[in-house]
């Protein structure tokens, strides 16, 4: 069984008169030690995939229907108090700033103890040891110094180490990574990348990488789900669906990258942009931007199926391959 | 570079002070330009690549004339322009204009967008009547494929990339013929990013424009690149046509660099293994800025300074490529 199952998710933010569905019923898994890559589009739905997972949707959103299964626990029916021994114990979180993770007040040493204290029962001298050597983990320079500097005092790519650090900490199953290079420079992103590689291997971490750069999912993830509108449209083993993608959404955001052009070239775009979670169009939420939508497009929601090995939502998925 | 040279800087530098207290008797400064130099022809995508810090928005501002130089000279086409007054740079800023990074800080949230695109063609050209004002940004929208009605609205109407496509309308406003861009696309995604880069080299090509183009995103450099300058720590480390810059990159730097990349379908990743991380520009280190990270470094690496060399197809500032060490 997997370590982690999601189905049929759906997260929703009451308005006056309707609901806001952020998320419009997702499934997948992961299992341990697997690196799940998840891509999309700003407002498709991924941060709200691992918020969701972690129960930090905020008030007045809410899980509207689904469930989270991991390691037998159903995540969306615990308690705050339950929910508390999971987040940052066994599931484990990284986000994109890590200026904004890190409390500019207190020094790296502080932060790490306080989180080791916080899950188990442990003394100062300990807690301190165990957090230098996952310092020392993350390939920190001078881990016992580090200890006792404040964020401000170090790089971003220092700064991101720490975070990677602390997620460490408690030897999580899953650490749920949000753009964690975005905010970096591409030499730091490579050397961030190769470490949380290593370490998900080292310590058969789940992974589940969601960021918008479809050339750092294919390095780093075995599996990737593509995200449009609040649903998955495609999932599959991460080179596969970057040769051959099914879905043409998969297919339009692969073409329009400059790498898969000619130079000089005008790059192929994909007409339009994605719509309002407020107003998704019926049917195939895709269909307005698509070459290949019908009628049956703009009517009949397509469901996620199996296909060539991988998963696919639309209804012409086999005509297109 | 073929035919004749819109823009040249030489021997730029640009240092900032950095404050202090008034007792302490040490007056640092960031050395954010330590000498570059470099030509733009008429007519060329040039762009500028570097991580955060090394100098490249600093360039960008220095050649548009909203940073002053410390030393050195920014000329365009002909005429140096890096020390000009207000009064005197105004007929420069009618024919060079810069699109941001951020298209939902650099359009005024309180100003409708018909205002915006106005503002400049009323200020530099100020004989044109309302109606040729208006027909000429009718024009304009038109050209960059916006819908001329969007001019009623605000800019929190439109989304990221609508904004950029409003911001590359209001740089054309006023006819330039040198447009620095930084960062155009990098705040977008994927499949509005290939929006804005086509409208950007279609407007190049129909008004013969020539582009500054910084970016930290060497897919982007490749693709819409006439030459490329590789930027470290304030200096040009490697000059050359994206080609050759692809195929063989000669600077250790531009080999990092090009070696980070993530790349799509590749069946291994091996992430680099770098030494060190960027010296503070504040106490740069002698000798060739990047040599406490290089592999190839030596004593002379240690203590002089390496200018562009010609090296065949491109210029390299390195003591290690000129002696064939690499």
């Known amino acids: ?321 | 570079m073929s035919g004749d040279v819109l823009v040249e800087v030489k021997d730029l530098r640009v240092h900032f002070p950095v404050p202090t207290s008034f007792l302490s008797r040490e007056k640092p400064v960031v050395h954010a330009l330590n000498g570059v130099s470099l030509k733009i022809g008429r007519g060329e995508a040039f762009c500028l690549v570097g991580e955060s810090g090394c100098g490249k928005t600093t360039l960008g501002r220095t050649i548009m004339g909203l940073i002053r130089p410390t030393a050195g000279e920014v000329i365009y086409d002909g005429a140096s322009i890096g020390d000009l007054v207000d009064r005197e740079r105004q007929p420069y800023r009618q024919r060079m204009q810069m699109i941001f990074q951020n298209p939902y800080a650099s359009l005024n949230p309180r100003m409708k967008v018909q205002q915006t695109l106005e503002e400049p063609l009323r200020f530099h050209r100020p004989e044109l009547n309302d109606e040729e004002v208006g027909a000429h940004t009718r024009d304009v929208m038109t050209s960059v494929g916006n819908d001329p009605a969007w001019g009623a609205r605000y800019p929190h109407e439109f989304s990221g990339g609508q904004r950029q496509r409003i911001s590359v309308a209001r740089s054309l406003m006023v006819d330039p013929e040198f447009i620095v861009a930084d960062e155009p696309v990098s705040a977008l995604d994927v499949s509005v990013q290939a929006q804005v880069l086509n409208l950007l080299m279609k407007v190049r090509a129909e008004r013969q424009l020539t582009y500054l183009f910084i970016t930290h995103d060497l897919a982007v450099v490749e693709h819409f690149g006439s030459r490329v300058a590789v930027m470290y720590l304030g200096t040009v480390c490697e000059l050359t046509t994206p080609k050759a810059l692809f195929a063989k990159p000669h600077h250790p730097y531009s080999e990092l660099l090009l070696s980070a990349i993530p790349k799509l379908g590749r069946k291994s990743f091996k992430p680099v293994k770098v030494p060190g991380e960027v010296p503070s520009p504040i106490n740069l280190p002698p000798g060739c800025v990047f040599h406490g990270r290089c592999p190839h470094a030596n004593d002379r690496c240690r203590a002089e300074v390496p200018v562009l060399k010609d090296h065949g197809d491109r210029s390299v500032a390195c003591h290690a490529v000129e002696e064939g060490r690499l």
């Open chain 1, 1 to 321: 069984m997997a370590l982690l199952e999601v189905r049929g998710l759906e997260v929703e933010f009451p308005l006056r008169a309707s609901k806001l569905k952020a998320l419009r019923g997702i499934d997948f898994t992961l299992d341990a030690g697997e690196r799940l890559g998840i891509v999309g589009e700003s407002g498709a739905g991924k941060s709200m995939a691992a918020y969701a997972i972690l129960n930090l949707i905020s008030e007045p959103g809410r899980i509207g229907a689904g469930e989270i299964v991991f390691d037998g626990q159903v995540l969306n029916e615990l308690s705050n108090e339950e929910m508390r021994h999971i987040r940052g114990n066994r599931i484990a979180m990284i986000f994109q700033d890590p200026m904004m993770t890190l409390n500019p007040v207190l020094t790296v040493g502080t932060q790490m103890v306080e989180c080791l204290q916080a899950h188990r029962t442990i003394s100062d001298k300990d807690a301190k040891a165990l957090a230098i050597q996952k310092l020392r983990e993350v390939a920190i320079p001078s881990p016992d110094k580090r200890f006792d500097a404040y964020p401000h005092e170090l790089s971003g790519g220092l700064r991101q180490r720490v975070v990677i650090a602390i997620a460490l900490l408690l030897d999580p199953a899953i650490i749920i990574a949000d753009e964690p290079t975005t905010a970096l420079d591409v030499t730091i992103q490579a050397e961030i990348m190769g470490l949380m590689m290593e370490l998900c291997d080292n310590h058969q971490v789940g992974l589940i990488l969601i960021t918008h750069d479809l050339a750092v999912v294919s390095d780093v993830t075995q599996r990737m789900l593509v995200m449009y509108a609040g649903r998955v449209v495609e999932e599959g083993d991460t080179q596969e669906v970057i040769a051959n993608p099914s879905h043409p959404y998969t297919k339009g955001l692969l073409q329009a990258l400059p790498q898969k052009n000619e130079a000089g070239r005008p790059l192929n775009q994909i007409p339009g942009t994605m719509p309002s979670l407020a107003d998704v169009p019926p049917g195939c939420a895709y269909n307005p931007r698509c070459d290949h939508a019908d009628d049956r497009c703009r009517q009949e929601l397509p469901e996620l199926r199996a296909l060539n090995g991988g998963k696919v939502a639309c209804h012409h998925a086999e005509k297109l391959t």
